[in-house]
């Protein structure tokens, strides 16, 4: 198993300070699209608002808090415990309510519930963080974790470094692994990224 895949390893980081990833807010072209999005022309409003939505290895939930101030069933799952201490602590300032669950992504479809029962699966700095032999199985846990016609979208960094974390996602690499369970209906260079993530592109892909 590599680094990456111990609870371990993260809680390390965020420990001695090194969760250099960490930007204090969604990532802009993220944001963006979240806050745009047609709920009805795309079925994400099942109950007549905004649906489920689970970020994966959320961090400090960030985008998962954006999901809950838009009015989603928001949920963040991740590995390491300090961040999740930071994000219930910025939801309470916020009135906000939504879900933090320290677990392991990979394992996510086997809770109880969670199969097929998301609408929305938002992706931020978490694919590029584990280790590429796992990109398959992370696209398997979003399509499980997904009720059919479900929406990913995702802030992919094509960060062009050898070696990782993060390790380098090309849009070739996206359509391959996502493609196996996604139609792929946007992917292209983003817009709004910060300086310091230059290559990031935005995926937007439904669960077939
Ligand atoms: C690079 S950080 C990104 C955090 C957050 N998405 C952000 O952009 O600020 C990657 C996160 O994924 C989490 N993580 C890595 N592998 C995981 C797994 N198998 N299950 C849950 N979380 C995981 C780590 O603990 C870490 O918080």
Same mark, same amino acid.
């Given at each position: ?6 609870? +371990? $390893?993260? /809680?390390?980081?965020?420990? *001695?300070? @090194? ?7 969604? %990532? !802009? ?48 799952? +991740? $590995?390491? /415990?300090?961040?999740?201490? *930071?994000? @219930? ?7 906000? %309510? !939504? ?110």
């Amino acid at each position: 198993m590599a680094d990456t895949d111990h609870r +371990d $390893f993260w /809680e390390g980081l965020y420990a *001695d300070g @090194r969760d250099r990833w960490e930007l204090g807010t969604a %990532a !802009p072209p993220l944001a963006e699209r979240l806050r745009t999005l047609d709920l009805t022309s795309l079925s994400l409003a099942p109950l007549g608002g905004p649906g489920r939505a689970i970020v994966p290895g959320c961090g400090r939930g960030h985008e998962v808090l954006l999901l809950a101030e838009l009015g989603w069933d928001a949920v963040g799952i +991740d $590995f390491a /415990e300090a961040p999740l201490l *930071d994000a @219930r602590a910025a939801a309470a300032q916020r009135g906000l %309510a !939504p879900s933090f669950v320290q677990g392991d992504w990979f394992a996510a479809a086997d809770r109880p519930g969670w199969r097929g029962s998301f609408d929305l699966v938002v992706e931020h700095t978490c694919y590029c963080a584990i280790d590429p032999s796992r990109r398959r199985d992370y696209v398997d846990t979003a399509a499980d974790v997904l009720r059919p016609g479900g929406r990913l979208i995702g802030l992919l960094w094509q960060c062009g470094a050898e070696g990782g974390p993060p390790w380098d996602t090309t849009p070739d690499d996206a359509r391959r692994n996502f493609g196996r369970w996604f139609t792929i209906e946007r992917l292209e260079p983003a817009v709004g990224s910060l300086e310091r993530r230059g290559g990031e592109w935005l995926l937007e892909a439904v669960r077939r």
